[in-house]
């Protein structure tokens, strides 16, 4: 740190955010709503919410940051912390750590690298983690709500189970990456139980405070400031979070890095969670998405985050 | 800052890297050094230099730290950089900044994406960075070495003609991707005038202490430490140290921000060269290569150096 | 037709294929029985038939001609045919008609053709197959096996139902190919439905006496010569023939034209199918397979039988 | 042959063409001429020209019958003839005989298949048959003139150095395929060198009564019936009809053999040539060309003279 940076005055976040929620709100009419399912083709496109929730473990927020939504893709985030906690490096026997390069739910990549999904972040991969989870759980559902509701700090998290009657009617691609990843004896256990936890984990709902709350523990080095628990060691917490960088919003992910500068997680459901080492969390919530599946105004908003700030990783 | 990391002693980097330098030398016996051109095969396998350039402007190092080197790919970092501070984000009409997935030299994704490399720092990439540089500058290898020159304090730093004749004469891929990216309209220069500043970049040769010194721009948000120029401004130094993290080690990048979880560039000579803002720099050379082309001992070093020093950006 | 050609003494077929049976027999030796199901795998890897029915109906054998076997995909010629004979032209609204260039179960070209199979020969263009039987037939497994017994004169053809469920607890690779077509929605009925139609047609027995007999409509420009029924039109049979020729062998398709030089459609249990226009149908049964799935000695017979005789259709 | 067959009386092919000409005339309407060089773009529209040889050596032609043409890809049939001629199976060290599945010009499959063309009429395949004729030939222009004018029995056969030079000036792609082959090593002469076999084989000119001739051969078991020289020997002449009927019209290939039932080889100077052996070799001119670069009249006149005439090769 220079002295010139010491001198600066702290940045008030909630100012901020404030201010970038009332810059971005109207980004929301430039996309659209996932309508794949009817439940996510009902939400309210003008929803928007974001949460600050700082290292001192101070919360900030503008707009609908109470509002629950289904947090879709941002659960491989729990997913596969859970797993790794359990797993450590062994989990890379059955997953790669690259960058895909193509979009979430393609097969291509899978057949040329005989059912080895490139990370745990496309849904491949997640499909992997959920069958690694069925292995390592005895009612992995009932963990996996326990240890989202322990790192957010709420007990209210929960899934919506039309939601997942409603991923699971309309899953054919993932039943399709399934039983593909099976055919290289790259799943264990039955496809209908494998992708029950994973249509499942799609429908967990909370809201932005939750949200930013919930990866508090990257934010300091992998304990959860909220019980001091360890999640995971410093060095596993680093790879996660380098992970978050390079594929958390699927083929977007270098563009994002470009731009916003976090590691992050995004979901179909409008969702974005991301956040800086050693100094904050942020959760934003806008359902309407771009081409490549991800909430514009969210995007815009983390960009203006950082920008504003002066704070990123880089 | 917590009051915790303030009261840890200041880290002895010259230690540091001379244990490093230790513990990772006989790892260059895993590799193999590059010998696609003869110039490349003859190097010493056995050399290893590592040296530092703390964001004080101190220089530490340890082994051959002064022996000049090939640089070849890691001059894609520069001949980028010159381009993107004329021509600002409009470069990316012409470029794409995604992770790509593939191998170095790929042309299948070239032809799914009509020409458009995917990053900088393919190859694909650097040979549209080259044409850009014919139409921006009057001397682009001259421009190009002053540059660097001035970047790295060392006007010693220059071509190697011989290892730019042999790349020339053994370059078919190169050719291929540039007749290729021309048959789409993307090399706007003759191929011939185009390879020629791409062969004769890829043949420059410096030591790590230059090269280490050469990246301190991106240490210091853009400015050149050296003589208090900006050579990008704080949001183009962010988007660079970004795309380097998710594109700098072709498609070993993502397992390089997993291990190690700094911003990187590569080359087949054996060097790499990384940075933590507002921290350091580093840069290591080992001619031995892994089997993605990219220096094993450099690897393991700068692993080490981010695990024992706790720094890293993530 | 010249002179010289008509002055040739008639061909001798059952010597021929004697002869041919007793130079290929041992080839089989260089094959491997499929084992992806325990039934395939038990089979008796030196069982060989060849049987011919002339345009004149006369049978001509050697070897195992009367052993009954699993003819697998060739099943894709005989479902193909019913749903073609019902909806003409109107078919390849769901299929395409080129070669794949890829192995016969790629979901690869798939994802870049919507879910739009390249033909009705590799996997996927039979499952779409199954799919339509299963809206033009009200019980398509009895309609196959009837519409089979009657080209054939065979009432004995049937299904293996131990085959078939083997097939099924085997066939991740069918499901993910089935529930990915069913994304893109080209398959309108529930999966398992789909393929209990296509496990099944996979295990029809039936040896090669039957086999050669019930493909000899397509000698006949269409029409069954034991009954004198129109299974297809001259112009739909031409074209039939025309797709056995450029797919009928996956992708050694090209090279079984180039070497064999008549339309053809082999299947994993060692069967091969084959005839000429007007002149005669030919079959083959060795379980033993090359790396692209078709039986070696059968199409080493093959090919001594268009030399020998100097009949192909080229 | 059964008796109804031949009771029927011979076929009139002059007035069959005439007829054919008349009717799918105006279908050149539907098409758009190729205009990647100029030379191409300036051809009228208009011009359709139609030519039959018979199996007796006669010939028939309707229209624009002596206007010489560029026959650009068609040519690929006369380099690899002669190529072949020459040296037998060992041609296939180089070169592959698949069907490609994909467009004349792509890349992708090159770069899977290390270099290996997947055909000889695929422009990466014609590429490695001029280099080939390199070697082979002293002269090789001189010796592919001698011989097409030797095939067709006419002398005027030339090169047209306009079409030559403007198809180097944008030969891009296929400046990228040639140095892309080198890069594998399945290129040994320059590539300027190899290339200007390639322009110049593109920019030979004839008129459909010659092209119809030059593959009388074909229709006579390999032997020139102007001469009564063997050009190929009767399992050489099989095998390239059976080359030409999977891959002679590029990735349209399945479709034409599906429609029509003649091995051909088509060209984007809007020929097409095609054959039925024994019975009659047929030529067509017409331009405009549908979107995978085949003459639109020319494949409609031939689907319409199979299925009048009852001729084909299924």
Same mark, same amino acid.
């Given at each position: ?6 001198s ?5 976040y ?19 709503v ?15 919410g ?19 939504f289904?947090i879709?893709?941002?659960s ?9 906690s359990h797993?450590g490096?062994?989990i890379?026997?059955r997953?790669d ?17 005989h ?8 849904n ?7 069958d ?21 700090g ?39 139980k494998?992708?029950?936890?994973y249509?499942?984990?799609c429908?967990i ?16 080095? #992998? ?8 999640v995971?060691n ?11 960088l ?12 470009f ?5 992050a ?5 409008? #969702? ?19 081409e490549k ?8 908003a ?7 700030s002066?704070?990123s990783?880089?």
């Amino acid at each position: 740190m220079t002295h010139q940076l010491e001198s600066i005055p702290p940045i008030d976040y909630q100012q901020l955010i404030e201010t970038i929620y009332h810059e971005t709100k109207h980004l929301a009419q430039l996309g659209k709503v996932a309508d794949y399912i009817p439940a996510l083709a009902r939400v309210n496109p003008d929803l928007f919410g974001l949460s600050v929730v700082t290292q001192e473990g101070k919360l900030h927020y503008a707009g609908d940051h109470e509002v629950p939504f289904s947090i879709q893709s941002v659960s491989k985030l729990f997913t596969f912390t859970l797993a790794f906690s359990h797993l450590g490096s062994s989990i890379w026997n059955r997953l790669d750590r690259e960058p895909s390069g193509t979009s979430f739910n393609s097969l291509i990549q899978l057949e040329y690298e005989h059912g080895i999904p490139r990370n745990p972040f496309i849904n491949a991969g997640a499909i992997v983690v959920a069958d690694l989870l069925l292995d390592l759980c005895k009612d992995p559902l009932e963990s996996l709500l326990s240890f989202i509701q322990e790192l957010s700090g709420n007990n209210q998290v929960n899934y919506n189970e039309d939601v997942a009657e409603s991923e699971r009617l309309t899953g054919h691609r993932n039943f399709a990456l399934a039983h593909f990843m099976k055919s290289f004896r790259n799943i264990h256990n039955p496809v209908e139980k494998v992708l029950d936890i994973y249509f499942h984990q799609c429908a967990i709902e909370m809201n932005t405070d939750s949200l930013a709350q919930s990866v508090s523990f990257l934010v300091h080095n #992998g304990i959860n400031p909220l019980n001091g628990k360890t999640v995971l060691n410093p060095s596993q917490a680093k790879r996660l979070k380098a992970l978050m960088l390079t594929t958390g919003l699927y083929n977007e992910s270098g563009d994002f890095a470009f731009r916003v500068g976090m590691p992050a997680k995004s979901g179909v459901g409008g #969702g974005i969670v991301a956040l800086i080492p050693d100094v904050l969390s942020i959760a934003g919530f806008s359902p309407a998405l771009n081409e490549k599946g991800n909430s514009i105004a969210c995007i815009e908003a983390m960009e203006r985050f950082t920008t504003y700030s002066g704070k990123s990783i880089f």
